[in-house]
């Protein structure tokens, strides 16, 4: 298992950017950013939004112990365009549609820690292969914790000179 993210600053921040590709339509990728039953199978926590008005709350929790924290929505431009805060860092997922159909999904994360970006891009490398599964109609649940396969990710991130040093959960 290789990383598939890249460390980058935008505007002074520290960012990670994933690039997916999918033999599916914008609509169909854009409702799994989108749809909490959708997200459900691949982000890490519960997404609970008031609306996906701009300005609208976001809830976030998780299965183990709750409150997630919260967020509001950024952007809202279907099925091109999705962005939303999450305790104080920033989520934005551009949707576009390629020549031959097939949808090519940037996502990029803002954060506030750049020591936790080795630790955050092994969990969105293995949160964006469970959107590809459930793209595919193969949906798992959310991926989560210290496993093998984020070790590995996490060590590859780390030798590919991504800053790292940040406590790691679990």
């Known amino acids: 298992m290789s990383p598939t993210g890249s460390y980058l600053e935008i505007d002074g921040r520290p960012a990670l950017r994933f690039v997916r590709e999918y033999d599916h339509a914008a609509d169909r990728v854009f409702a799994l950013l989108t749809d909490p039953s959708e997200l459900a199978h ?3 926590a519960r997404v609970a939004p008031a609306s996906w008005d701009v300005g609208a709350a976001l809830a976030f929790t998780f299965e183990a112990d709750g409150d997630g924290g919260t967020g509001e929505v950024l952007a809202h431009d279907p099925p091109h365009r999705v962005a939303f805060s999450w305790d104080g860092e920033e989520l934005r997922f551009d949707v576009e549609t390629l020549r031959d159909g097939r949808t090519r999904l ?3 994360h803002l954060m506030q820690e750049r020591d936790g970006a080795a630790r955050n891009a092994a969990g969105w490398d293995l949160c964006l292969d ?13 991926p989560g914790g210290r496993t093998p396969a984020w070790e590995a990710l996490y060590q590859g991130y780390v030798a590919a000179g991504v800053p790292s040093g940040a406590p ?3």
Not at 130 to 142: E, I, K, M
Request: cysteine-free.
């Open 130 to 142: 469970a959107l590809d599964a459930a793209a595919a109609g193969a949906p798992t649940s959310a």
């Open 168 to 170: 790691i959960p679990g």
């Open 42 to 44: 691949w982000f890490p």
């Open 106 to 108: 940037t996502f990029t």
